[in-house]
């Protein structure tokens, strides 16, 4: 199909059809690279590797009128084989990774394609590949549904005794992460990760886990977690919580060790839960907890605090 006939397409199908195009150019026997071999670690094995020459080609077909900036700390760099996806906080070398806030002051990157706009800056001086676009999130997940166009298994991990488990729950599902184009269409990020289940956790019926997006679902140590339970990608549960039915729990939130989730209570995407705090029944959390706090409402308020005296008693205090 022309780039005239392509024109005319509808919207909604020209992702498609730029995407296969894409695929359809580049042949399938991957390329070897025997440097990154040791580097690989944990890292998801996409369907195949690409070069990072090969992505930013492939990038160009797929968003031909978006504009783009390419540096390069190595002249040689272009060359390499990019094994898979990263976060941007747990970077691995070879791999694919982005960041759209500003300036980075992470984990170091190293011989990786970061994803960015021009608004990045770091404090770090490794080798890298960058590649500067509007919508850092929309071309990271367009360049993902082609490195990982077979979503790979997803690895769930336990302690040396397997949790308790209820009937009917769902384990390792794709998160519910989409990106929306250009075109209004919404696109899925391809979520990679896993989910590591620590000793001693009991999880009753009908609780769905997702798997993580590029890194894990994490549920701590301990934890029992009641019927009708939703934990989206990314989150991590602190060890021994107690999580009562019916509590949602956004993607990427972070809940510290001993707290309290009482009955249907909802907890926005990536807020931070600190230690021991108790969140009340039917709460909605829009916003990140401190420490041995005792919430509740819509939106959720303090109103109290967990004391813990010398003496090893704990006491809830208003």
Same mark, same amino acid.
């Given at each position: 199909?022309?780039?005239?006939?392509?024109? /005319?397409?509808?919207?909604?199908?020209?992702?498609?059809?730029? !995407?296969?195009?894409?695929?359809?150019?580049?042949?399938?026997?991957?390329?070897?690279?025997?440097?990154?071999?040791?580097?690989?670690?944990?890292?998801?094995?996409?369907?195949?590797?690409?070069?990072?020459?090969?992505?930013?080609?492939?990038?160009? !077909?797929?968003?031909?009128?978006?504009?783009?900036?390419?540096?390069? #700390?190595? $002249?040689?760099?272009?060359?390499?084989?990019? !094994?898979?996806?990263?976060?941007?906080?747990?970077? $691995?070398?070879?791999?694919?990774?982005?960041?759209?806030?500003?300036?980075?002051?992470?984990?170091?990157?190293?011989?990786?394609?970061?994803?960015?706009?021009?608004?990045?800056?770091?404090?770090?001086?490794?080798?890298?590949?960058?590649?500067?676009?509007?919508?850092?999130?929309?071309?990271?997940?367009?360049?993902?549904?082609?490195?990982?166009?077979?979503?790979?298994?997803?690895?769930? /991990?336990?302690? $040396?005794?397997?949790? /308790?488990?209820?009937?009917?729950?769902?384990?390792?599902?794709?998160?519910?992460?989409?990106?929306?184009?250009?075109?209004?269409?919404?696109?899925?990020?391809?979520?990679?990760?896993?989910?590591?289940?620590?000793?001693?956790?009991? +999880?009753?019926?009908?609780?769905?886990?997702?798997? =993580?997006?590029?890194?894990?679902?994490?549920? =701590?140590?301990?934890? $029992?977690?009641?019927?009708?339970?939703?934990?989206?990608?990314?989150?991590?549960? #602190?060890?021994?919580?107690? +999580?009562?039915?019916?509590?949602?729990?956004?993607?990427?939130?972070? +809940?510290?060790?001993?707290?309290?989730?009482?009955?249907?209570?909802?907890?926005?995407?990536?807020?931070?839960?600190?230690?021991?705090?108790?969140?009340?029944? =039917?709460?909605?959390?829009?916003?990140?907890?401190?420490?041995?706090?005792?919430?509740? =409402?819509?939106?959720?308020?303090? +109103? #109290?605090?967990?004391?813990?005296?010398?003496? #090893? /008693?704990?006491?809830?205090?208003?």
């Amino acid at each position: 199909m022309s780039g005239k006939e392509l024109e /005319r397409v509808n919207p909604l199908e020209r992702e498609d059809l730029l !995407r296969e195009r894409a695929i359809k150019t580049f042949k399938k026997s991957p390329h070897l690279d025997s440097r990154a071999e040791h580097y690989l670690g944990d890292v998801p094995k996409p369907t195949r590797w690409f070069t990072i020459r090969e992505l930013l080609d492939i990038r160009s !077909r797929l968003e031909p009128d978006v504009p783009e900036v390419i540096r390069c #700390g190595n $002249k040689s760099l272009k060359n390499w084989t990019i !094994r898979g996806a990263s976060p941007i906080w747990n970077p $691995k070398v070879f791999t694919m990774v982005f960041h759209k806030d500003g300036l980075y002051k992470g984990k170091e990157t190293e011989h990786c394609l970061v994803i960015t706009n021009r608004e990045f800056k770091t404090i770090y001086k490794a080798v890298n590949c960058y590649l500067y676009v509007p919508n850092p999130h929309l071309t990271f997940i367009r360049l993902m549904q082609i490195l990982y166009a077979d979503i790979p298994p997803c690895p769930i /991990r336990h302690g $040396k005794t397997p949790p /308790r488990l209820g009937s009917w729950n769902s384990f390792g599902g794709q998160g519910f992460g989409f990106a929306r184009t250009e075109e209004g269409k919404l696109l899925r990020f391809p979520h990679i990760g896993g989910i590591i289940i620590g000793e001693g956790v009991e +999880i009753g019926s009908n609780v769905c886990i997702d798997r =993580g997006a590029l890194g894990d679902t994490v549920i =701590g140590v301990g934890t $029992k977690i009641d019927n009708h339970v939703h934990i989206a990608h990314n989150v991590i549960v #602190g060890k021994h919580c107690h +999580i009562v039915a019916h509590t949602t729990i956004g993607g990427s939130t972070e +809940i510290g060790d001993y707290c309290w989730i009482g009955m249907g209570a909802q907890i926005r995407n990536k807020v931070k839960i600190g230690t021991n705090v108790t969140i009340g029944m =039917g709460a909605i959390v829009v916003s990140d907890v401190k420490d041995n706090a005792i919430v509740a =409402g819509n939106p959720a308020k303090v +109103i #109290g605090k967990n004391v813990t005296w010398s003496d #090893g /008693r704990k006491q809830s205090v208003s």
